[in-house]
């Protein structure tokens, strides 16, 4: 009975997602800095896998419609001991004159190559890191990094940190506070002879192509763009001429330092991911990792940074101006000794996670760890026979028994999935969702293709759990609110904005891959998957603690509707209202639910 039970949750999972894959077009770029010769790791960039509700979700998501272009539906989904934390600081930006954006067709394409300091040893990081890998020969040591200032914390950190190479690669990398900082760390790791080499998806990096231009210029810094859009200044008219190629992004995020220390997980770059700012913050999820993950990581850079759709943004963007230089240099400046920066700065270096770094006490789980990606091919969208990150994902983390954990906030799970979690659900495997409610999400549209599933799911015996909007007034009074964690999925609050799921309390995944059909067919989604019960257990607390922090778990109401429990009132009541929204928030949602639109979300 129970291995026929296993082999119909196996079909189940078989089932999520299928997608399309267009054509490829080679770009030409010459490369300039380069990483120090030595060991080549095999690439392990290749599809992941999935459990029986991914498969189904996508394949009856709409997905005929993958190729119909036109629409411009742009991706909302949208990651020492030194005194000096974070550069000095940053005052508000001032309006300045902007460059042209256009190819700059003068351009030094032979300009010789930047390489990384001629390595007459090992690096610092690897004579620090040698003793802890030497005790736990083909193992991966793993430290989580749920507070958004920790996170920033490391990253800045490992930059300084750095003698050799920085690969860095994110969806999105905002104007703002942390990401000005990090990319002043990076053109100071640059001047000290660090190869740095930056990719960054052209969707996410509004206002940023003069500094970019212009970080760029030098030396020892490379900077690509990957699946960069034709129109430098109006980005959305791609969406309307070339909607099939610019619809798929590189949602893929990395972080590796010396090719010792790797970061892999959700967060991009921006305010709202590392706590720098006041409200709208956004709960998230890393991984930091060392030992033979980081090879498979930085392989998977590799593959990612040589492509051809990765193009040197000196062949797209027009160098600035002298006045526009000078311009760029006097707001970083002011932005680096601003107050605001100042504060953060003063807020970081008090971190007990500082103190731990600086007392040698930053512990690591050891585990098998391996990384499951797209290829970055996946963009290209030249069929459906290309394999996905999920397709291998599903083999990496193995077939649930009894327990399966989701943290996404964008979960679109499909009619095709809804009902593999159902039938798992019924099947008394325990499966509890945490995801962002309508007043929560960043992204309204995703909202509507997730209320259409949750009757259904709850009815099965799913616990579905939404996070509640920053500055929530639930009907029902409190008597008593409970506090957050910083063990918690991050503050209250939030937005969510993790992805991670754990199996059977053995097994966890970490990294960019939403449950919906956008991270299945369409974007690149990379992550890895830990085998370990102490972690797995360590992300169960987390959900825990979140869920008894404030959300509300979604019941079924005497009358056969939807009822809402807010989770932190002590005299819990059915809301029957969804929290947070409006007659006309709600109608919008529902018109938009019956719009054709699924495979996009």
């Known amino acids: 009975m129970g291995r026929e039970r296993a082999q119909r949750r196996r079909g189940d999972a078989q089932a999520y997602l299928n997608a399309n894959d267009s054509s490829r077009a080679a770009h030409g770029h010459t490369p300039r800095c380069r990483k120090p010769s030595g060991r080549a790791p095999p690439s392990r960039c290749r599809p992941a896998l999935a ?10 998501a709409g997905m005929a419609n993958a190729g119909a272009a036109g629409r411009a539906w742009q991706d909302g989904h949208g990651e020492r001991g030194q005194d000096h934390v974070i550069t000095q600081s940053m005052a508000r930006a001032d309006d300045m004159p902007h460059s042209t ?60 940190a750095a003698e050799r190479t920085l690969d860095v690669q994110y969806y999105i990398w905002h104007d703002d506070l942390t990401g000005t900082l990090l990319l002043e760390e990076l053109r100071e790791a640059a001047d000290r002879g660090v190869c740095v ?18 970080l760029a210029e030098h030396p020892n810094i490379d900077v690509r763009l990957f699946n960069p859009f034709r129109h430098r200044r109006f980005k959305p008219l791609d969406f309307l001429f070339d909607f099939s190629r610019a619809n798929r992004r590189m949602h893929s995020k990395s972080f590796t330092a010396d090719g010792q220390v790797t970061i892999v997980g959700g967060r991009n770059v921006g305010d709202e991911y590392f706590a720098a700012r006041e409200g709208g913050l956004f709960a998230d999820l890393d991984a930091m990792c060392i030992g033979p993950v980081v090879d498979q990581v930085a392989a998977c850079f590799e593959a990612f940074w040589t492509s051809g759709s990765a193009r040197d943004i000196r062949a797209l963007v027009r160098a600035p101006a002298p006045g526009v230089e000078a311009s760029l240099a006097e707001r970083r400046r002011r932005r680096l000794a601003g107050e605001r920066a100042q504060s953060y700065r003063d807020a970081v ?11 040698q006490k930053l512990a690591f789980t050891w585990a ?40 996404s906030g964008y979960f679109v799970p499909t009619a095709a999935g809804a009902d593999a979690f159902a039938r798992m659900a019924r099947q008394g495997l325990d499966i509890r969702v945490l995801t962002n409610s309508y007043a929560s999400t960043d992204v309204g549209v995703v909202h509507a293709g997730y209320i259409r599933y949750r009757k259904q799911l709850v009815e099965a015996g799913v616990r579905l759990y939404e996070m509640p909007s920053p500055g929530d007034a639930p009907k029902t009074a409190r008597k008593f609110v409970r506090a957050g964690s910083r063990k918690a999925l991050g503050r209250p609050g939030s937005t969510l904005h993790a992805k991670a799921f754990t199996v059977d309390g053995k097994r966890l995944f970490v990294g960019s891959f939403n449950f919906d059909p956008r991270s299945v067919s369409l974007n690149t989604e990379l992550g890895i998957v830990i085998a370990s019960e102490d972690l797995a257990e360590a992300m169960r607390a987390a959900f825990d603690d979140a869920i008894g922090a404030g959300t509300y778990r979604l019941v079924v109401a005497d009358d056969g509707g ?9 005299d819990p009541a059915v809301e029957r209202t969804e929290p947070g929204t409006s007659i006309w928030s709600r109608g919008i949602v529902r018109v938009l639910a019956r719009l054709p639109i699924e495979w996009l979300l």
Request: charged share 25%; net charge negative.
């Open 51 to 60: 459990q029986a509700a991914i498969r189904q979700s996508v394949t009856n």
């Open 562 to 570: 939807l009822g809402w429990i807010d989770q932190r009132d002590d």
């Open 101 to 160: 954006s256009a190819p700059d067709a003068n351009f030094d394409a032979n300009r010789p190559a930047a390489t990384a300091r001629p390595a007459a040893g090992p690096s610092s990081l690897a004579q620090a890191l040698s003793e802890r890998l030497a005790r736990h020969p083909g193992l991966t040591g793993t430290a989580l990094l749920r507070d958004g200032m920790d996170a920033f914390a490391i990253r800045a950190l490992l930059m300084r």
């Open 368 to 407: 098998r760890v391996e990384l499951v990606s797209d290829a970055p091919e996946k963009v290209l969208a030249s069929g459906s026979g290309e394999p996905k990150m999920v397709d291998a994902l599903v083999d990496v983390i193995g077939e649930p028994d009894s327990e399966l954990l989701i943290v």
């Open 197 to 214: 080499r930056l990719l960054l998806d052209d969707n996410g990096i509004a206002g940023l192509d003069d500094v970019l231009r212009s």
């Open 349 to 359: 270096r008090e971190l007990p996670f500082i103190h731990e770094i600086e007392a």
